[in-house]
């Protein structure tokens, strides 16, 4: 059984969900259930608590029979200390009944909010996550997060991955303007406000382009964001994008920006989509970026809450269409060597299946 947020709304954990969900249901031949516990209101404030929020996970309690009815739970748990407590009584039953655990950690917090708690709330934190049989990650350096809790062996790393409908298999890919896109979650910590001042800086220095963004908007931020947007000439803002109307998007595109410096940040599935589409990355050096993305090879690094580190690559670009061509190719070739759904279905059924023995 998954235990875990899903679309709506669309985060990179929700996404990966849904796919290890129809994984699961395509390869096992008993029933796989699942508890959905995505909170429905979008904002930053991601494991914080309020009462309106304890409410919702208390409901989704009433579903806690599913677990006598399977033999494995795989759980993918927030990285704060109300991220990993709403989830204790899934932990606590399951254990109760000998059923085994698979916790899933998304990001590279989990460690800093352990060694932030003290007292009872951290022999809390450390009792729950240590219940877990297996735990994954996303990369080789995310491990960390998982080392105060459970032991190397007990650790396996699955790299995110992107839909193979966005893998761009067109010959020639139009670099005669520059078109960048910023897709993801429209929050403060993504990098939001420095992408549209340097957009804005870009106008001013009459650099040619034209640029869109797509992603849920911050609802503590929407007014400040839309705000902003208007004051760039040639942006579209385009809401949440899905499907068909995602990959004709990442395909228009040429650059991609994500400057992130978001706390929860693990392994951002919207860098992969851009490679896959054969776009070049201008990203920041954090959380587990690094594992995914050379500086370039695969684009630029910018500072984090720098605008003129990012239009300072942007302008490199522009002045050299070349480079463009060069990281399209070496992004598109890495993903379907390392990123494809079939690397991720490889190595996910892999850990269900060893988890078996």
């Known amino acids: 059984m998954l235990i875990g947020p899903l679309p709506e709304p669309t985060s990179g954990v929700s ?48 579903e806690l029979w599913k677990v006598f009815r399977v033999s494995m739970i795989y759980i993918t748990p927030g990285q704060s200390f109300f991220g990993i407590v709403k989830y204790a009584p899934f932990i606590l039953v399951a254990r109760f009944v000998r ?26 934190f450390h009792f729950l996550i240590t219940r877990a049989d297996k735990g994954i990650v996303l990369s080789e350096s995310l491990k960390v997060n998982l080392l105060p809790f459970l032991k190397q062996n007990q650790i396996q790393v699955v790299p995110n991955f992107a839909d193979n409908n966005l893998v761009s298999e067109a010959t020639y ?6 078109k960048i896109l910023f897709l993801s979650n429209l929050m403060e910590e993504k990098g939001i406000f420095y992408f549209l001042e340097s957009l804005k800086i870009l106008q001013e220095k009459k650099i040619a382009f034209t640029a869109k963004i797509a992603g849920n908007i911050d609802v503590k931020i929407k007014k400040l964001v839309e705000d902003k947007m208007n004051e760039i000439n040639c942006l579209d803002y385009l809401g949440v994008v899905r499907g068909e109307a995602k990959s004709k998007l990442l395909d228009w595109a040429n650059i991609f920006v994500l400057p992130t410096f978001y706390k929860m940040e693990g392994q951002p599935i919207s860098i ?14 954090h959380a587990g970026i690094p594992d995914i993305f050379k500086d370039q ?38 993903f379907k060597d390392n990123f494809s759904e079939q690397a991720f279905k490889k190595r996910i059924v892999e850990c269900f299946e060893n988890h078996k023995e």
Do not use: W
């Open 272 to 285: 992969l989509e851009a490679m896959a589409a054969r776009n070049v990355i201008i990203t920041t050096k």
């Open 297 to 334: 090879i695969h684009g630029f690094y910018v500072e984090k809450r720098n605008s003129e580190s990012i239009v300072e690559k942007i302008v490199t670009l522009d002045g050299d269409r070349s480079l463009i061509s060069e990281f399209q190719e070496n992004n598109l070739k890495y």
């Open 15 to 62: 996404v990966a969900n849904a796919k290890v969900l129809e994984i699961l249901q395509n390869n096992s031949s008993s029933p796989v259930r699942f508890i959905d516990m995505s909170y429905p209101d979008f904002n930053d404030e991601i494991g914080s608590f309020s009462f309106k929020k304890l409410l919702f996970f208390i409901s989704t309690y009433l």
């Open 173 to 178: 890919k139009n670099n005669d303007s520059l």
């Open 99 to 124: 059923k085994k655990i698979i916790i899933h950690i998304h990001g590279n917090h989990l460690h800093t909010e352990y060694q932030t708690l003290k007292g009872i709330k951290k022999k809390i």
